[in-house]
């Protein structure tokens, strides 16, 4: 994978693999080939006998928006229209938790500091 796709993986020492999210400019947003190479990079890592942890990061101040809403088109005569179409889609969304519980390796998130909520020492209270 280039620094120009979409979803990156990094081993940054033995036995660690980071899967990036790499569209800052979109907020992470995923596309559907976003979603198609998230996939591919679960797939690739789980086969990889060395990993024991992955970390699910995310270039630029957001971590994940989402679905790309400009990357599909769901008004009449679009790529997405339909009923089959819908279907196909939420497959591909669908299908990216339960693919993530069936790797072998833990999934641990790790978003940009600019989303954690400002906490100061000593500001968490107890319910």
Known sequence: MTESSPILI??????????RLNRPDAM??????????????????????????VVLAANGRGFCSG???????????????????????QELYGTSAPHMRRIRQP???????????AVQPGSWSAP
């Not at 976003?34 to 789980?46: G, N, Q, R, S």
């Not at 679905?67 to 889609?89: M, Y």
């Open 67 to 89: 679905l790309d809403l400009k990357s599909v088109s769901l008004q009449p005569g679009g790529e997405h229209h339909g009923a089959i179409a819908l279907v196909a889609l």
């Open 28 to 53: 992470n947003a995923f596309t559907p080939a976003m979603m198609d190479a998230y996939h591919d990079a679960l797939d690739t890592i789980d086969k990889d006998p060395e990993t024991r942890v």
């Open 10 to 19: 990094e081993r940054p020492e033995p036995g660690i693999a980071i899967i």
């Open 107 to 117: 999934i641990v998130a790790a978003p940009p500091i600019s989303v954690w909520p």
